[in-house]
């Protein structure tokens, strides 16, 4: 069975640029989730989806932040325009989904951002 | 509010020494609790889980027993191998009104040497 793909997998990009990163999750799996990892830190939530709906967008900056799962399978997540701040390792992740409370996350490898 | 705090690193240990990474965790109700690992260039992976108060979690040699009465989840393996060098993540999860959350530690990065 494939795991979640992720690309590209290294992006480098000069500040103010767009940059999009796509996600394609395990096959099956309902939810989605974006997360930053900054250096030496845990993956913080940008976005969840169930389905198509984005249902936990609350930590999204939505300035410059956007994402799509337009027909409830892969995803994008956009950012335009980049920050120096937005340098990170963006992780997408997939769950069979339906609120399980020991509901395992799968993750993909994760697009390394650097913007200069 | 709900949090999970782990120790910092790095540890660094020899190979076939006891391992042990404290994580403890505040929460209401009852959160379901994760050990996640991070090997050098590839992504998060699930290591272990348990969902209620004295399930033992266990995978490659590893433990965590979810204890309610001193709110912990402690990771630990018996002997370890060069090829558990990685980053470690506790992590908890918890249903916020209509949302589930998932709370992590901050990592501790862990080096076997030979």
């Known amino acids: 069975e494939a795991g979640v793909v992720q690309s590209p997998r290294y992006k480098i990009i000069e500040k103010k640029q767009p940059v999009a990163f796509w996600c394609n999750p395990i096959s099956g799996h309902n939810t989605l989730y974006w997360y930053r990892q900054n250096l030496g830190q845990g993956p913080e939530l940008l976005i969840r989806y169930e389905n198509e709906e984005a249902v936990d967008d609350s930590q999204l900056p939505k300035d410059r932040f956007s994402a799509e799962r337009l027909k409830g399978v892969d995803s994008t997540l956009k950012i335009q325009p980049a920050e120096l701040g937005d340098s990170a390792v963006y992780l997408c992740?997939?769950?069979?989904?339906?609120?399980?409370?020991?509901?395992?996350?799968?993750f993909g490898p994760g697009t390394r951002l650097l913007v200069l | 509010g709900n949090s999970v705090t782990q120790m910092e690193g790095p540890v660094t240990l020899s190979e076939e020494a006891f391992l042990t990474i404290n994580c403890t965790y505040t929460a209401t109700g009852y959160p379901s609790l994760f050990w996640y690992v991070q090997y050098p260039g590839e992504g998060l992976q699930l290591l272990l889980k348990?969902?209620?108060a004295d399930d033992k979690g266990s995978n490659k040699g590893f433990e965590a027993t979810y204890r309610k009465e001193t709110t912990s989840f402690h990771l630990e393996k018996g002997s370890v191998q060069v090829s558990d060098s990685a980053v470690y993540f506790c992590?908890?999860?918890?249903?916020?009104?209509?949302?589930?959350?998932?709370?992590w530690g901050l990592g501790t990065s862990l080096a076997v040497n030979p």
């Open positions: 348990a969902t209620k």
């Open positions: 992740a997939s769950s069979l989904g339906g609120q399980l409370m020991g509901e395992t996350q799968y």
């Open positions: 992590a908890l999860s918890y249903n916020a009104g209509n949302n589930r959350k998932l709370i």
